[in-house]
């Protein structure tokens, strides 16, 4: 199974790094669940440190001897940019500040989110092309 990254759904914020990600993506591997969904739900029940988590997640799951792995705010803001590559990897450089600057800010972002950009009202649904990327279809918010 490929890497998912789980967004919140009523973000509008988040919906529009999925549309971002979507546009700008290479490899068209990743996939995508909402938080509020079923199947972030179970991965996160499986990681009781992360419930009532309210931000950006990239889930690798288990596989070849690895436990399953998930990045939480900056450093699954950094594993997008890895993704993404291209450009996008210029921003990698924000590696170089400390995980708790970095999730200061991201934090003071989210914290906000939602007066800066809004809520996504209604279901946008994904691209027809990429649907079959998207767990919880009928959740997806994008």
Same mark, same amino acid.
């Given at each position: 199974?490929?890497?998912?990254?789980?967004?919140?759904?009523? =973000? !509008?914020? =988040?919906? /529009?790094?999925?549309?971002?990600?979507?546009?700008?993506?290479?490899?068209?591997?990743? @996939?995508?669940?909402?938080?509020?969904?079923?199947? !972030? @739900?179970?991965?996160?029940?499986?990681?009781?440190?992360? +419930?009532?988590? %309210?931000?950006?997640?990239?889930?690798?799951?288990?596989?070849?001897?690895?436990?399953?792995?998930?990045?939480?705010?900056?450093?699954?803001?950094?594993?997008?940019?890895?993704?993404? /590559?291209?450009?996008?990897?210029?921003?990698?450089?924000?590696?170089?500040?400390?995980?708790?600057?970095? %999730? !200061?800010?991201?934090?003071?972002?989210? @914290?906000? @989110?939602?007066?800066?950009?809004?809520?996504?009202?209604? =279901?946008?649904?994904?691209?027809?092309?990429?649907?079959?990327?998207?767990?919880?279809?009928? +959740?997806?918010?994008?």
């Amino acid at each position: 199974m490929s890497p998912v990254l789980f967004y919140d759904g009523g =973000c !509008a914020l =988040c919906a /529009g790094s999925v549309r971002f990600v979507l546009r700008h993506e290479r490899q068209r591997t990743l @996939r995508f669940a909402s938080l509020e969904g079923a199947f !972030a @739900r179970s991965v996160l029940a499986r990681h009781p440190g992360l +419930q009532g988590l %309210d931000t950006v997640v990239w889930y690798e799951p288990a596989g070849q001897g690895r436990p399953e792995r998930l990045l939480t705010r900056s450093a699954a803001v950094l594993k997008v940019l890895r993704y993404l /590559g291209g450009p996008w990897r210029l921003g990698l450089v924000a590696a170089a500040i400390p995980r708790a600057w970095r %999730d !200061a800010v991201y934090r003071l972002v989210a @914290r906000h @989110r939602r007066r800066l950009f809004g809520r996504a009202d209604s =279901c946008a649904l994904p691209p027809h092309a990429a649907r079959h990327r998207f767990l919880d279809e009928r +959740q997806a918010t994008i």
